[in-house]
């Protein structure tokens, strides 16, 4: 295994890590997006930027700083991060809107 698979491993399971802790809002019955905000309710993280909570955003950054030496020369390494974030964020932008949708939250 070179530094460019553990390198690309690593930077994987951050994005992992948020997508599973937000998809558990989003899906459980007594939080929610729309109607009950995750800000009041959701006590293990104190600040939020925005609809996400701050420890989203720098685990992001994280991940690009992470794989940045390997991508300096080399954007294959980012489009694959690219393409893994991306297919996460529409993973769970469709299963919060399903989940609201189906729940009642959001007016049809």
Same mark, same amino acid.
């Given at each position: 295994?070179? *530094? ?12 992992? =890590?948020?997508? $599973?802790?937000?998809? $558990? ?10 109607? /009950?905000?995750? /800000?009041?309710? #959701? !006590?293990?993280? /104190? ?10 955003? *720098?685990?992001?950054? =994280?991940?690009?700083? !992470? *794989?940045?030496? =390997? $991508?300096?020369?080399?954007?294959? !390494?980012?489009?694959? $991060? ?6 996460? @964020? #529409?993973?769970? @932008?469709?299963?919060? @809107?399903?989940?609201?949708? !189906?729940?009642?939250? @959001?007016?049809?």
């Amino acid at each position: 295994m070179g *530094i460019h698979s553990r390198g690309m491993d690593f930077c994987a399971v951050l994005p992992i =890590l948020w997508l $599973w802790d937000y998809l $558990w809002i989003i899906i459980n019955p007594h939080y929610g997006v729309f109607h /009950k905000r995750p /800000k009041n309710d #959701v !006590v293990w993280h /104190k600040h939020w930027w925005g609809p996400f909570p701050r420890d989203y955003y *720098i685990g992001t950054f =994280l991940s690009l700083a !992470v *794989i940045s030496p =390997l $991508w300096w020369n080399n954007y294959v !390494v980012l489009s694959e $991060w690219g393409i893994m974030f991306g297919v996460f @964020v #529409v993973g769970t @932008v469709l299963t919060l @809107v399903v989940t609201e949708v !189906v729940r009642g939250d @959001v007016e049809r």
